[in-house]
Structure formats: structure tokens, C-alpha cells
């Protein structure tokens, strides 16, 4: 071999070698600053215990609209700014209730919720007779004539022998999505629905639910049961198909109100057009504080921006924030958010979404080319000294989905999913649900991530 060639090949190894331990030491220092200085644990103790639920259309959003924004403005980043945006309105109201009324004056209450976007019973509540399925397809071999006056019960429970809680959920969510929607047809008086939960409690999981083209006269209410709940009626249904359920509830549906997305950035260094995003979505559900879904999203994303500020990183690329508003019940936020962009003629190289969860990080989900994705499973090597393992292909998350058509490439956190439906929705998604290290090495991840995107691009 010529001896200048040889030359070039070991200084080519050498410098290899050196950028990958400056890439490794850099990320060390993503785990030593957010495990040791980083704000994610404090900014949700305030977002869940000083704010709490903020469902879209509420004091309590529009309240983490203008502390988000504060916050952002105080990490000196170059540009924050509020994109607004109209979402829906829906109001509880006073709490539900529900009994299983087995015999005349013999009653036993069980804990339901309301489903976000149900109308309200009748003032004096619905009482009926129970017809319990495990599919909407079900529906149509009842028949009309069986259905109609009567609550369906949809108990069809997530799957426990699905390791992945998120294909569960996905397999079981449709009855609650769809399910009243579909049982208007048949004359059902009420729709109860098992709540989307692997664990056997007393919480009743809300959630989103859609009429379709139902028009107002028309629409029944729906409510979730808690899984205890659910399978006491359906023991007492075996034993007394004729026994009456009652349930009464009082939300309402308003005319949609003004919110707002809260945007942040740090101008590109190198390739300002180009947009690197991370984001999660600052609404949450009513019944509890939101802090696993979607708060511990929220706080590590802001985190990833003051851990490149902190440690003096200039990114190559623009890196900008999103929290969106109205993930939950109609997803405004985030398609205001790619309409935008769109007019704008702005260009996402890549973004980032954490919406599972406050838990151990496990690794990331891609939604992306064969050959992007390739080239990012060379970079796993630097995420195994944390025990991130899982790189592969799927989805990256609802609000930055509809930049997909752009060509951008999409990412989700994936943290440990075990535990997580246990408070998805619940009035126990609540701060001291949180494990403070769980959500600084989360935040720290997904700060690793994005420096590798910036640093190698695609």
C-alpha cells in the first residue's frame, strides 16, 4: 500500500474516532444537565399542581398558553411567538352519576364519566334496560327492534396479551370513537362504554368521541364505565338481563373559542430554512392534571431547547417548539399548524413528538424512508449506554402527522408503555404519578435525538 494512501487512511480513522467520542461526550452531557439542572420536573409540578386540566377552551389552557409562553421567553430564545387558533368548547358540568338498579329501590353506584364531545341526558337522567356487546358490528345482527330504548354497553376490553399497550389501545378505541355514532341507528337510548384501561379500578377513562353527521335532535349521551364498573354490570347482566342501569350527566357542547399554539426557536446557524421541531400538545383531558398525557411532553420538549441554550450548542439547523393545542378532542392546533407552514413555504427536515408518557424512555418510533431509516439505526449505538433500545418504523405522533405530506420525517418517544393506560384520560393522571428521573432521562433522550438529526442531517 502507498505509503501516503496508508497515511490518509489512519488519519481518516482517527478522526472518525475522534467525532465519535465528541458526539458521545455530548451526549453524556444532554443525561448529566437534565438528570442534575434541568427544569422539566419543576415546570410540571407548576403546569399539573398550579394550572391542572386544560382542556381546549378553558381558563386552564388559555392559563398554560400565556405560562408556556413566559417560560419560553426566559430561556432567551430567539423568537417565541403565539399561532392562534379556534377550538372547540365542551363543559363537563357537574360530575356524573351512574347506578345498577338490580331490583326495585335495591342500587349500586358505579363510577362513569362522560365522554368529551356527549351531549347530556335529560335532566331527570336515563333509566333503561342493558344490552351488553363487544362490537359495533354487533349492533346490526341485534337489530332495531331489540335496540331501540335500550343502553348499549360496549365491553369489549384492550387486549392483555398485546405487549405493545399502544396496539391495544388502538384495538379497542373504536367503540368508544364510534360507538354512539353507530348505535343512533338502531334506536339506542344511551351508549356506556368499558374504559380503555389494561387495569382492573375504579377510575373511569375519558375520551374523545364523534356523532358524525348526527344531526343535535338527534344524538344520545355517552359515558364511559370503569373497568370494575364494567365488570360488575356484566356479571349482573348474566344473572338479570332485564335489571335497569341509570345514568345522568350534564356537559355541553359551546361555540368554539380562540386559543392558541405556542411556538418558540432557535435560529439555524448553518441552515436557517431548514426546520428541526420538537413539540407535544398542551391541552390534557378535565378530569385530572394531565401530567403524564400530556405534560411530561410538554416539559421535555421545552427542555430540549434550554439544554442546547444551557450548554451553548448552536444548532445548523432552525430548532423550534410546538406545543399544540386541542390534541385531544379535534386536533385544531396541529392542523392550523402544517396549514401555516404550508402558506409560509417552510421546509420540516424532521419532528419530534413525546405524547406516551412521563416513563422510562425505551427508544423511538420513525415514521420515514427505508433508507432514512437506515441511516438512523447507526445512531442507536450512541443511545445504549441509557438502555434505548427500540428503533422502528411506525408512527411518530397526531399533532406533527399532517406534516407528513411535506416530505418531513417523523419521530415519537416511546417510553415504557406498561402503565401508562392505567392513568391515559383518568382522574389519576396527576402529578405524583410522575417519577421525577423517569422524565429528566426522557427529556435528555430526546434531546440526543434531535442534536444527532442536527449534526448528520439526512
Not at 190 to 202: E, F, P, T
Not at 228 to 236: Q, V
Not at 340 to 352: D, Q, V
Request: glycine fraction near 8%; include cysteine; aromatic fraction near 10%.
Amino acid at each position: 500500500m502507498n505509503r501516503y494512501i496508508f497515511i490518509l487512511l489512519l488519519i481518516s480513522a482517527y478522526c472518525h474516532s475522534q467525532k465519535k467520542d465528541d458526539i458521545e461526550s455530548q451526549i453524556k452531557s444532554f443525561y448529566d444537565h437534565s438528570l442534575t439542572k434541568g427544569k422539566s420536573y419543576d415546570w410540571l409540578e407548576h403546569l399539573s399542581n398550579q394550572i391542572g386540566g386544560r382542556l381546549s377552551g378553558s381558563l386552564n389552557a388559555e392559563r398554560a398558553v400565556f405560562w408556556s409562553k413566559e417560560e419560553l421567553e426566559n430561556l432567551g430564545l430567539d423568537r417565541v411567538w403565539l399561532e392562534p387558533v379556534m377550538v372547540p368548547k365542551w363543559v363537563r358540568g357537574n360530575f356524573e352519576y351512574a347506578s345498577i338498579e338490580s331490583s326495585a329501590g335495591n342500587s349500586i353506584n358505579v363510577p362513569i364519566c362522560a365522554l368529551g364531545g356527549s351531549v347530556a341526558t335529560p335532566n331527570k337522567g336515563i333509566r333503561a334496560e342493558v344490552i351488553e356487546i363487544q362490537s359495533i358490528d354487533e349492533l346490526e345482527k341485534i337489530g332495531r327492534d331489540i335496540i331501540t330504548g335500550k343502553i348499549i354497553f360496549f365491553n369489549r376490553p384492550m387486549d392483555p396479551k398485546l405487549i405493545n399497550t399502544f396496539s391495544s389501545y388502538s384495538g379497542s378505541v373504536d367503540q368508544r370513537t364510534r360507538g354512539a355514532e353507530v348505535a343512533i341507528k338502531y334506536g339506542a337510548k344511551a351508549v356506556l362504554v368499558r374504559s380503555m384501561n389494561l387495569k382492573n379500578d375504579d377510575f373511569p377513562h375519558t375520551g374523545s368521541m364523534y356523532y358524525g353527521n348526527v344531526k343535535l335532535k338527534n344524538r344520545i349521551p355517552a359515558a364511559a364505565i370503569s373497568t370494575n364498573g364494567a365488570n360488575l354490570l356484566s356479571s349482573m347482566l348474566k344473572l338479570d338481563p332485564k335489571l335497569k342501569f341509570f345514568i345522568k350527566q350534564n356537559c355541553q357542547n359551546y361555540p368554539d373559542v380562540l386559543s392558541h399554539n405556542v411556538i418558540g426557536e432557535i435560529k439555524g446557524s448553518l441552515y436557517p430554512e431548514k426546520i428541526i421541531l420538537v413539540g407535544a400538545h398542551l391541552d390534557s383531558w378535565d378530569l385530572g392534571d394531565g401530567s403524564h398525557d400530556d405534560g411530561a411532553g410538554v416539559v421535555q420538549s421545552m427542555e430540549v431547547l434550554n439544554q442546547f441554550i444551557s450548554l451553548g450548542i448552536k444548532p445548523k439547523h432552525t430548532l423550534r417548539v410546538v406545543l399544540f393545542m386541542n390534541e385531544e378532542n379535534g386536533l385544531r392546533g396541529a392542523k392550523k399548524y402544517a396549514e401555516n407552514t404550508k402558506k409560509k413555504g417552510e421546509f420540516h427536515l424532521f419532528a419530534l413528538e413525546s405524547d406516551a408518557g412521563g416513563f422510562t424512555p425505551r427508544g423511538f418510533s420513525f415514521n420515514s424512508s427505508d433508507i432514512i431509516f437506515n441511516k438512523i439505526k447507526l445512531w442507536k449505538k450512541y443511545f445504549e449506554p441509557y438502555y434505548i433500545s427500540e428503533f422502528s418504523k411506525g408512527g411518530g405522533g397526531a399533532d406533527i402527522n399532517p406534516l407528513k405530506p411535506s416530505g418531513t420525517v417523523l419521530a415519537g418517544l416511546r417510553p415504557d408503555s406498561q402503565r401508562y393506560f392505567d392513568y391515559h384520560h383518568s382522574s389519576n393522571d396527576t402529578f405524583d404519578a410522575i417519577n421525577k428521573r423517569e422524565l429528566e432521562l426522557g427529556a435528555a433522550t430526546m434531546s440526543s435525538l434531535i442534536f444527532l438529526v442536527d449534526t448528520f442531517g439526512f
